[in-house]
């Protein structure tokens, strides 16, 4: 597996508590998410303790250390999703798994049995405003987009995460339709124009004329903002932040999340990554994944207990 940007080939699972956090640290300035988990309760024999943490980034090694490689298909599988919601959850592993409100849970199949919860929390670069030209309203949404959570931009070089959102408040035709035309070109999923309907109306014509094709304008939002009535330059850009917050809510709920295809070890129950698993075996027209060449054997050799069905 790939390793992010910066890391060596290693997992640090004995790094220090501070070793960890200096790396997360890292990774905030970067602007890459990763989802911190640590391990707050734990029932003997589980192998890790309360305190124990890692870093872990969807796919690619973790670094750190929240138990043994029988937890971490179920662990990851959570990150993958936290990172794509950006929602944090709290996952217990334990023998006789339970729903329960506010938890996650998944059988514990190491075979030192025990109990683990871990808590993920998701760290997600903070979005970015991408404002093009100067007038009030740009103004405004610079002083309203920062409070709010924004890293400001005004140039769409300066975008580094697909989490931008555009908008070209020149209020100036020569200004604007470039702009628009250079950002719906980056493919954002957001570029709205400060411009009256008369203006928008006569700039899509345009861009069909050139043969802009309705797909490509689907991220064009113009005029800009929520219909409020917003008359000055503040309320303009109030309208423009409520619009976008409402559609990054939105898309965030609706994002597909691609997550690894597990499949369960028939011998000890444990989880395992289909895609790197190492040992499987076909029976009847069905393929059958196996944590170790011995849960392997077991399946294949017919036994009393019935467990093996070779």
Same mark, same amino acid.
């Given at each position: ?36 988990? =640590? ?22 090694? +973790? ?11 179920? /662990? ?12 944090p ?5 334990? +023998?006789?798994?339970?729903? &329960?409100?506010? @938890? @996650? ?9 025990? =109990? ?5 929390? +998701?760290?997600?670069? #903070?979005?970015?405003?991408? /404002? ?5 309203v ?16 005004? $140039?769409?070089?300066? !975008? =580094?995460?697909?989490?931008?959102? @555009?908008? #070209? ?10 702009? @628009?035309?250079?950002? %719906? ?23 069909? $004329?050139?043969?802009?094709?309705? &797909? ?13 009535g917003?008359? =000055?330059?503040? &309320? /303009?850009? %109030?309208? /423009? %932040?409520?619009? !976008?917050?409402? *559609?990054?809510?939105? *898309?965030?709920?609706? #994002?597909?999340?691609?997550?690894? &295809?597990?499949?369960?070890? +028939?011998?000890?129950g444990?989880? %395992? ?13 069905q ?9 392997r ?14």
């Amino acid at each position: 597996m790939a390793h992010p940007p910066g890391q060596g080939s290693r997992a640090l699972s004995g790094a220090s508590p501070g070793d960890l956090l200096e790396r997360a640290a890292e990774l905030r300035r970067r602007g890459q998410p990763f989802v911190l988990a =640590t391990v707050v309760r734990a029932l003997r024999p589980a192998s890790a303790k309360p305190g124990d943490r890692a870093l872990l980034f969807g796919e690619g090694q +973790p670094v750190g250390w929240v138990g043994g490689g029988c937890v971490h298909t179920s /662990i990851e599988r959570e990150a993958a999703l936290a990172l794509a919601d950006g929602r944090p959850r709290l996952v217990r592993l334990s +023998p006789e798994p339970h729903d &329960e409100d506010g @938890v @996650v849970s998944y059988p514990m199949t190491c075979h030192s049995g025990g =109990t683990l919860e871990i808590y993920l929390e +998701p760290v997600l670069p #903070a979005p970015e405003l991408v /404002i093009l030209g100067e007038s009030p309203v740009a103004d405004a949404l610079a002083a309203l987009g920062a409070p709010l959570g924004f890293r400001l931009r005004t $140039s769409l070089d300066e !975008i =580094t995460t697909s989490d931008a959102w @555009v908008v #070209a408040a020149a209020m100036s035709s020569d200004e604007d339709h470039p702009a @628009v035309r250079a950002a %719906l070109d980056r493919g954002v999923p957001y570029v709205a124009m400060v411009a009256s309907r008369r203006r928008t109306e006569a700039f899509v014509e345009e861009l069909r $004329s050139e043969g802009v094709s309705p &797909e490509a304008m689907m991220p064009l939002k113009a005029p800009a903002g929520l219909d409020i009535g917003a008359a =000055t330059g503040p &309320e /303009i850009a %109030l309208s /423009i %932040l409520a619009e !976008i917050v409402q *559609r990054r809510r939105s *898309r965030q709920a609706v #994002a597909p999340v691609a997550t690894r &295809e597990v499949a369960i070890d +028939p011998i000890c129950g444990m989880q %395992l990554d289909v895609k790197s698993a190492r040992w499987t075996a076909d029976k009847d027209g069905q393929t059958y994944y196996f944590c170790a060449p011995g849960c392997r054997k077991t399946f294949l050799t017919p036994s009393p207990s019935g467990r093996g069905l070779g």
